[in-house]
């Protein structure tokens, strides 16, 4: 089920389309809220479903990001490194441009934070910091309004 | 004392006044700071004072060499150069020259002649005409003597191959440092509160701390999810945002437009096409769920806060109730 969300997603991944398209975010977020409700609702415990919308919730802000930004590319790396373990492809992938040995310790904790931080240059990685702050904040006020709306739901009836 | 001998032997005591200079130009650097150089001349002047007229050749040259020496940082050869010297008071008087508490002292005539002496090499043409300037420039304050030298004697050994170095650095660093700036203020911007915040440090602080309290907000808000709705049976909706997707995504967006204006009559267009699609009652969950999404995400596009999305609700029931109905 997972796969399946994610490969829709990527299929939409040609699209040059900034992250201000919020409406894109939340179908697809909703896409693949769906997707991990189908796998199993009774079956499986909340906290497995919790990790499954956490995942399915950084890929829907990761893929509507667009590729062209480096925390993007990381971040929907480390989530399909999982699913998709046989089948690498043999492609050279050039990881660790730079290994920064950095002295600041902000800076370091920064780098943690941001996905694909480790080998950027500061200057990089201030900006990628601030579009990873923008998205995930969207990403936020999204699934809070998700959260409002069915419990609000819910309790009227 | 015979003038010829005086002669000979000064011109002798300037070539070898120039060789050590010369020698000692190819010295490297130390780290004597000025004041040091300073003190260290005026008391080495301070002892030679007494014996002035039997060593003023030996003034002259230890002078000469302690400056060029402390300029390069190596004050033994001062010592060194000491049996080359003999008396005679045109080197005297040369090597009061070279002190410029001695200057104020000195008579301009006499000082002209000295200098016309002592001028031979570049070096020494230098040393002069700093003395020259120091001599016009500072009536009795040290301090100035100093501050001119150091710049002056650093520039002409070290600093000009560093100059050019510098410029080239000092320019990219600039850029990266302007860029650096740019991109903490856009930060500032973004994140809440940190306006009032000034400095590097405290920003990133902030930084780090709001994207990590956002962090935890998505875990605690997908484990909230996770609880809220177990048993939604979700093959409709899957069809449904399916549907919604396949369209153009221009024409429920316009509703949403118009919904801003008038909620009622958009909200009844949309549920319309949409209960084409799906009459089941589950359904409803996830397109309200749509519904209250898109008009809220329009509303926060505007940088509006949550409280018109409750009176959106509001609207939105009863229409929905009236449609299940």
Do not use: E, H
């Given at each position: 089920m997972y796969r399946r969300s994610f490969k829709d997603t990527k299929s939409s991944l040609?699209?040059?389309?900034?992250?201000?398209?919020k409406p894109m975010v939340a179908l697809r977020f909703l896409r693949a809220l769906s997707l991990v409700r189908c796998s199993g609702p009774g079956a499986r415990s909340p906290s497995y479903r919790a990790r499954g919308i956490r995942r399915a919730a950084y890929a829907c802000m990761a893929a509507s990001a667009g590729p062209r930004r480096a925390w993007s590319r990381a971040l929907l790396r480390k989530i399909r490194r999982r699913p998709g373990r046989g089948l690498r492809r043999p492609r050279a992938v050039i990881r660790r441009r730079r290994p920064v040995g950095g002295g600041d310790p902000l800076e370091v904790a920064l780098r943690r934070l941001v996905?694909?931080?480790?080998?950027?240059e500061y200057c990089r990685l201030l900006e990628e910091a601030a579009d990873y702050v923008k998205c995930l904040a969207m990403q936020v006020r999204l699934m809070q309004t998700i959260v409002d709306s069915a419990s609000h739901v819910n309790s009227i009836d | 004392m015979p003038a010829q001998g005086r002669d000979g032997q000064n011109r002798f005591i300037e070539f070898a006044i120039i060789v050590v200079v010369v020698v000692m130009q190819q010295a490297p650097v130390s780290d004597l700071s000025v004041l040091e150089r300073q003190r260290l001349h005026f008391d080495w002047q301070q002892q030679e004072q007494p014996s002035r007229h039997s060593y003023d050749a030996d003034l002259c040259v230890r002078s000469l060499n302690s400056f060029t020496c402390f300029s390069n940082g190596?004050?033994?050869?001062a010592q060194y150069s000491m049996p080359v010297a003999s008396n005679f008071e045109e080197a005297g008087v040369a090597a009061s020259n070279c002190n410029p508490k001695r200057r104020k002292a000195e008579s301009s005539p006499k000082s002209k002649q000295d200098e016309s002496n002592c001028k031979r090499g570049k070096q020494e043409r230098r040393s002069e005409s700093r003395q020259q300037n120091n001599r016009k420039e500072a009536s009795g304050d040290t301090s100035s003597y100093k501050n001119e030298e150091h710049p002056k004697a650093d520039y002409i050994h070290v600093r000009a191959r560093r100059g050019q170095a510098t410029d080239s650095h000092s320019l990219a660093e600039r850029v990266r440092r302007e860029r650096i700036s740019q991109r903490m203020k856009y930060l500032q911007e973004l994140?809440?509160?940190?306006?009032?915040i000034t400095g590097k440090a405290g920003m990133l602080d902030e930084i780090i701390n709001y994207v990590q309290s956002l962090q935890r907000q998505v875990e605690f808000l997908s484990m909230k999810l996770a609880a809220v709705?177990?048993?939604?049976?979700?093959n409709n909706f899957s069809n449904c945002s399916m549907g919604i997707s396949s369209e153009p995504m221009e024409q429920p967006f316009l509703h949403f437009n118009s919904l801003q204006a008038h909620p009622c009559s958009g909200l009844d267009m949309y549920m319309d096409s949409s209960s084409d699609l799906v009459p089941d009652g589950s359904s409803f969950v996830s397109c309200s769920a749509l519904n209250s999404l898109y008009g809220v995400e329009f509303q926060l596009g505007r940088g509006t806060a949550a409280f018109p999305f409750q009176s959106f609700q509001g609207n939105l029931l009863p229409n929905n109730l009236k449609m299940e109905i």
């Open positions: 040609g699209s040059p389309n900034p992250n201000f398209s996905p694909g931080g480790g080998c950027m | 190596l004050p033994d050869l994140v809440p509160g940190c306006s009032k709705n177990p048993l939604a049976a979700d």
